[in-house]
């Protein structure tokens, strides 16, 4: 069995964002190596290829087309150009327009230096020190670090100073100098921690933190591996950029991946490796538009195919065919390659060695069209493709691929001792002009010394010849002081008369000043007076005007007072007279009701003559059932005047037993209770009972109504009572509350406590009245 192609696309994030990125695309291809496995031999090819590919095919185009609009139309906005430089240059870097890239980065720069805050010159010179060093320019690498690091002590920008330290661990990496950019990393990720939050942190800081994950790779430590990479994906999360977590997860595959193959019993490592690997598909299909490179797909397909083909050669096909078809799409040769390598491990696997040879057939072609030609690679097929031969018994043929094998081998490695030498003999060219210019330094130097002792004897003549002049002119200035000396007496002199003018022009002024001081004392005295009588004036009006205020205000008060006395007298007034009227339907029940019965009892019981013994039983017998109608007569009209239930069971259990009692055939009452919590006063209760009572007792008398709902609910301390009826309805634009005794009774009741009333009626309708009292 052999197993073919494995690729693993590794993207370097930009220097600055996802606008501006190179792909590692890491190519693997399996070399031969024998392995003792159950009854037979175990072929399995591993060779690893890394090429280094900007820029990204046709949507890189898209990319660089719409950050070159983009910088252009912020020519006129200093801060915007500053910020998109560092994109667009990068892009311009990696797609080989390394001319136009610096110089967008020095014209940038000369403007970035200008000002005072040094965050922009910061980072432009950090994306030039790495540029440089992708250049193989080291030495202005270097400096345009160290200017980097001047401009960084200008700025309290730390996501800025993070950029920086996290370019020099970029670079130190680059050099080999492990140990120097893991520190340079860490410093980056203190800044990044303590710098506020921007839209460019979380990609910066994910690139750092991605770096410390490859660099903990190479050294074996796979828990700090782990950590950072989990970071990244983290980091690449909060900057909800698709690209960024895509990579992520490919990050968080390929280290389980690799873990798996240092540890293959250990399953656990390559069900997370497979998860990794999906949630990156998933990734890429969920934000297809959104994807920089297409190509990505038909990377995680691949190493997802590689990982199936130990022990699910089902999805091994799936997502080599997945891969196959993509990268066809998209034109990728290496993994167009690839797939087909992963296709004829399958084809090996079943034994269909035609198919697997056709499929390396197809996998050399697409090699020979990548623009970067690799003859490791083109060997390796020739020789798997002279084994497959031999496997199938056609040893011509496979003699035939081995002796092409042969021939590339030697025509390659004949080339790189032909490489060598020139190397060497540049080497050499090199060191013999260094040499050479080092003579002609020497030499320079020393003509430059013969020139400076030249200009050192040229200056003592010149010193001499200037002492001499000294000497002539400090002559010529004694005699011109000499006569400056009678020049300042004479000023002096006419200075003193011009004193002593002055002086008396001085006092006469003050004199006159003096005068006009006095008048304008007398003005200001007479004015202080006036405005302090206007002040008193104003005092006083003041006072009366306040006086007046508080006579209104305590007026204004007694008549509220007056008011409330009048509707407290009212209220009293209108409860009374509810009493009044209760009182006066208590004796009308009592009267016409009870005192009925008990009157047409008295008359039975007086008429029975003791000695007709037949019609006695009869008379006591219409006695009693007469007597029973008095007691259920007392028995409503006590019920009427304070209901038994309402003072053991509660407001609920009164209504309801009152609209039961009041339903007929021809009458329905329902009641709805909503919240209630049983929570107010007894007389709180009792008041609002008769208030209903009222309430649909008017519905029945006057409304005609066949349906009556009585609803109570409670909510915030506030009690809503609402009573409705399908009756024939009123006007109450033509009502007089205060003419109308039932509707008076029930105000002055709501008002009592506290409460307030709204009635809604239409004509043939019926009629909604919605009440609002507090429960304390």
């Not at 269909?352 to 996998?363: C, I, P, Q, R, T």
């Not at 030498?421 to 260094?434: A, I």
């Not at 200009?455 to 002081?481: D, P, T």
Request: overall charge positive; charged content about 25%; aromatic content about 10%.
């Amino acid at each position: 069995m052999k197993k073919i192609f494995r690729s693993g696309t590794l993207l370097l994030n930009s220097i600055v964002s996802k606008w501006s990125r190179s792909i590692l695309l890491i190519f693997t291809f399996f070399t031969t190596i024998k392995l003792n496995k159950e009854k037979g031999l175990r072929y399995r090819l591993l060779f690893i290829l890394t090429v280094l590919i900007c820029p990204f095919f046709v949507q890189a185009q898209e990319i660089l087309s719409k950050l070159e609009k983009e910088y252009n139309n912020a020519s006129n906005q200093t801060t915007e150009q500053l910020s998109l430089a560092p994109k667009y240059a990068t892009a311009l870097f990696f797609h080989n327009f390394k001319p136009k890239s610096y110089q967008i980065l020095a014209h940038n720069i000369s403007i970035a230096t200008k000002q005072s805050d040094g965050k922009y010159a910061t980072i432009l010179y950090a994306v030039q020190a790495m540029n440089y060093r992708l250049d193989n320019k080291e030495i202005e690498s270097a400096k345009s670090l160290e200017m980097g690091k001047v401009y960084s002590l200008k700025t309290n920008s730390n996501e800025a100073k993070g950029y920086l330290e996290y370019a020099r661990g970029w670079i130190l990496t680059r050099n080999n100098k492990i140990t120097d950019a893991v520190v340079a990393y860490l410093k980056a990720i203190n800044y990044y921690e303590n710098s506020p939050t921007t839209s460019t942190l979380y990609g910066r800081y994910g690139n750092t933190a991605k770096e410390l994950s490859a660099i903990y790779a190479d050294l074996n430590e796979f828990q700090l591996e782990e950590k950072y990479s989990k970071q990244f994906l983290l980091l690449a999360s909060k900057q909800n950029d698709p690209n960024l977590i895509f990579d992520a997860y490919m990050r968080m595959g390929y280290m389980y991946e690799q873990k798996y193959v240092q540890s293959p019993s250990d399953i656990q490592f390559r069900n997370k490796a497979e998860q990794y690997y999906v949630q990156a598909i998933t990734t890429f299909n969920k934000h297809k538009g959104a994807m920089l490179n297409k190509s990505n797909l038909s990377y995680a397909a691949i190493n997802l195919a590689n990982l199936y083909i130990e022990f699910n050669p089902d999805k091994a096909m799936q997502y080599a065919q997945l891969a196959n078809k993509v990268s066809l799409e998209t034109g990728d040769a290496i993994h167009i390659a690839s797939s087909f390598g992963i296709l004829a491990e399958l084809a090996i696997q079943n034994k269909n060695y035609d198919l697997a040879k056709s499929y390396f057939l197809k996998a050399s072609m697409e090699i020979g069209k990548s623009p970067v030609r690799n003859h490791n690679i083109e060997l390796s097929i020739l020789e798997s493709l002279s084994r497959v031969s031999e496997e199938q018994g056609n040893y011509k043929e496979a003699l035939t691929y081995y002796k092409s094998y042969v021939d590339k081998y030697k025509s390659v490695y004949d080339q790189e001792k032909l490489d060598i030498t020139k190397r060497l003999e540049s080497q050499f060219e090199k060191e013999r002009q260094e040499q050479k210019y080092i003579k002609l330094q020497l030499e320079s130097d020393k003509k430059a010394q013969e020139i400076k002792l030249i200009n050192i004897l040229r200056a003592q003549r010149e010193q001499v010849y200037n002492n001499l002049k000294l000497v002539e002119e400090n002559q010529r200035e004694r005699l011109k002081f000499s006569e400056l000396e009678s020049e300042k007496k004479e000023q002096q002199l006419r200075l003193a008369k011009l004193e002593t003018q002055q002086k008396n022009n001085d006092i006469n002024s003050y004199k006159k000043l003096l005068a006009f001081k006095e008048k304008i004392n007398t003005y200001y005295i007479v004015f202080i007076f006036i405005f302090i009588i206007l002040i008193f004036l104003l005092l006083y009006a003041n006072k009366q005007r306040l006086k007046s205020i508080k006579q209104r205000d305590e007026l204004h008060a007694l008549a509220m007072e007056k008011e409330k006395q009048n509707s407290k007298i009212s209220t009293l007034t209108a409860l009374l007279e509810g009493q009044e009227k209760e009182r006066g339907r208590l004796a009308r029940d009592l009267h016409d009701g009870l005192g009925g019965l008990l009157s047409g009892t008295k008359l039975q019981l007086s008429i029975l003559d003791p000695h007709q013994s037949e019609n006695i039983e009869d008379g006591i017998s219409k006695s009693i059932h007469q007597i029973d109608g008095a007691v259920e007569e007392l028995r409503r009209v006590a019920h009427n005047l304070m209901p038994d239930l309402l003072m053991k069971y509660g407001l609920v259990a009164a209504i309801q037993e009152f609209a039961s009692r009041m339903s007929n055939s021809a009458l329905n009452i329902h009641t709805e209770f909503i919240n209630y919590s049983n929570s107010i006063s007894e007389e709180k209760q009792l008041l609002i009972y008769r208030v209903i009572q009222e309430l649909v007792n008017n519905a029945i008398k006057h409304a005609k109504a066949s349906e009556i709902i009585i609803q109570i609910s409670e909510e915030e301390n506030i009690l809503n009572l609402t009573v409705e009826d399908d009756g024939k309805g009123f006007d109450i634009a033509s009502l007089d509350f205060r003419k109308t005794a039932g509707f008076h009774n029930i105000e002055s009741r709501v008002q009592f406590l506290k409460g307030t009333m709204n009635i809604t009626s239409q004509l043939n309708i019926g009629t909604s009245i919605e009440l609002q009292i507090p429960t304390h």
